[in-house]
């Protein structure tokens, strides 16, 4: 899983917002959005992670879904039916063929690796349940 702390930068990259433009959005402090995007408290320098209520103005201030912040976060695990499990040989196909049909590397994109594997989860899911 990736850190929050890096996905959270790039998902903030990706709307083109500063760091102000995301405290307005997100009610949360422009210096407390870059201690979560750094991963670390700026005085002590010890580990920070979002809490649920970060997380929820975030996603609502990035338009991006709340479940799949708390699952990068750890807070929550598997999609809400344990019994399918993404393999890592359709996630891998995904990523290749993403690579070679638009020369895009989604291997170093956190914000694409967590919507890839949301995405082929659902795909799954959605089979499943045909059967």
Excluded: C, W
Aim: glycine residues 6%.
């Amino acid at each position: 899983m990736f850190e929050i702390s890096r996905f959270l930068r790039e998902l903030r990259g990706r709307r083109k917002y500063t760091l102000r433009e995301a405290s307005e959005r997100s009610g949360l402090s422009h210096s407390y959005i870059s201690s979560l995007e750094n991963g670390k408290h700026p005085k002590t320098k010890a580990p920070i992670n979002p809490s649920p209520e970060s997380l929820k103005r975030l996603s609502e201030a990035y338009n991006y879904d709340f479940e799949t912040l708390m699952k990068v976060a750890g807070y929550i695990e598997g999609n809400g039916s344990e019994e399918l499990v993404l393999s890592e040989s359709s996630y891998d196909m995904a990523i290749k063929e993403a690579q070679s049909k638009y020369g895009v590397n989604l291997r170093e994109n956190p914000v694409a690796n967590a919507t890839i594997r949301e995405l082929l989860l659902s795909l799954a899911k959605q089979e499943s349940e045909k059967k």
